[in-house]
């Protein structure tokens, strides 16, 4: 097998992959801010790291994986004190919708899913260590780390801090690149908001100080991955990996791999714009979530990705053509025997689909292999040619390729139902249905009435009702 290669933004350069313990990876991928519904955004970004932990437990690496939920953060604590609520009751909404739409999407849980109010011991004594090592220095009630101090400040985001003034501090967590100047560990309380009563004073932690107490806290002072979307690159990896390096003198972690932006019209998809969809928004337009993982998936992570709804609807399409195949794998009854090459036919996909995964993650080079398989079987079983001894390899290479893609099911109705997928208020469009029938006319025409009975139900499922005319034509009508 190849060697698996990732992009290191550490490095800028793609990188062998080599774990410190051998067969076992220690990763760490930054979660959601819980102050609101994540967005198809957010999802490119956990479906990227989804892929890589799922690729990577199939090369039978064991995993050691930590998500975070930031349920302390400015925005958090200012809205739940807006809403007389204490930052728990203010969050909690938000981390169900995130797990549901975590199972919904498929995305495996990790090895551990914490927050980071269950650990504000633990930031507090890295603040500590920090401060032992005089990195640190205080002001009107809140402690700052003082960039100057580390020397390898900028080497992750390549950051040029030249003309920037040492000292100046910044309580925001997020900032802008042209601003980076030394940053809060600790923010002294503010009045009517939440804050802890600590060994180092009343008040909250900073964004940052929180992933590197977590990470390190599960896994270790060196981690193998770190993950996130490019936009954490600077500040939030550049100053965890300054307080975390500051702290034990160790590497923080080995390989840094961010996730390109999903855009709409050329612009981030961002909760700050306004421009996003949530999943919820998707579902109530009836589409499905398997096909906005394989539209997430289908672009190599460290591309950019333009969100359509024609896209979206091409994604359907595919997913759809993979369970046609499936479907016909397992229904049909092919004449006994092996076609001549077959065998060979499907080692090779099985072989390329492998390297495009080990090749960065080439999620696109992946897929091809599985649909030019796909196109060619196919064919073969539309000249009759395929032969039932090739069956079972070919559905253990669909196996295979579902551990990492995770889209030959869309699984979970009854909390797809609760979330509004799937109910006759879902309203699918004209075009959408007229698209249905059609692709049911065209199963019908190549005899797979296993497709064109499937897709009967599922716009039945959605409220629609077919009536065959007797000259061939389709007639529809909703409940
Ligand atoms: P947040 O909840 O803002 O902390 O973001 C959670 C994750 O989503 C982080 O890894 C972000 O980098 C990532 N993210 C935010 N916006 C986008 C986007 N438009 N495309 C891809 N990833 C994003
Ligand atoms: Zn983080």
Known sequence: ??????????????????????????????????????????????????????????RGFQLKHVINLTDVDDRIIANAAAAGRNIREYTEQFAQAFFDDCKTLSIEAPEHWIRATDHIDDMVQLIQRLQANTYTYASEGSIYYRISKFTNYGKLSKIDLTGIQAGARVDNDRYEKESARDF??????????????????????????????????????????????IDLAFPHHENEIAQSEAATGKPFARYWLHAEHLLVDGEKMSKSLGNFFTLRD??????KPSALRFALASVP????????????????????????????????????????????????????????????????RALAAVFDLVREANIAMDKSEFRQGDVAA?????????????????????????????????????????????????AKKRRDFAAADRIRKELSDRGIILEDAKDGSVRWKRK
């Open 1 to 58: 097998m190849p060697e698996i290669q990732l992009h290191n933004t550490l490095s800028g350069k793609v990188e062998p992959f080599v774990p410190q313990k051998p067969g076992e990876v220690r990763m760490y991928s930054c979660g959601p801010t819980v102050y609101d519904y994540a967005h198809i955004g957010n999802y490119r970004t956990f479906v990227f790291q989804d892929i890589l932990r799922r690729f990577l437990k199939l």
């Open 184 to 229: 809060a560990l600790w923010k002294a309380p503010k009045p009517g908001e939440h804050f802890w009563e600590t060994a180092i004073g009343p008040g909250r932690p900073g964004w940052h100080i929180e992933c590197s107490a977590m990470a390190m806290k599960y896994l270790g002072e060196t981690l193998d991955i770190h993950t996130g979307g």
């Open 282 to 287: 998707l579902f109530a337009k009836g589409h």
């Open 301 to 364: 992570y460290r591309k950019q990705l333009n969100f359509t709804f024609d896209g979206l609807t091409q994604a359907t399409n595919s997913v759809e053509r993979l369970r046609n195949f499936a479907d016909r794998l397992k229904h049909r009854n092919f004449p006994a025997g092996r076609l001549g090459g077959m065998a060979a036919r499907i080692a090779k996909a099985a072989e390329e689909f492998d390297a495009g995964l080990s090749d960065d993650l080439n999620t696109a």
């Open 394 to 442: 070919t559905l253990q290479f669909l196996n295979t390729f579902d551990k990492v893609f995770a889209m030959l099911e869309d699984h979970d109705a009854a909390k797809l139902q609760a979330l509004g997928y799937g109910s006759a208020e879902a309203g699918l469009s004209d075009a959408e249905i007229e698209k249905l029938i059609a692709d049911r006319t065209a």
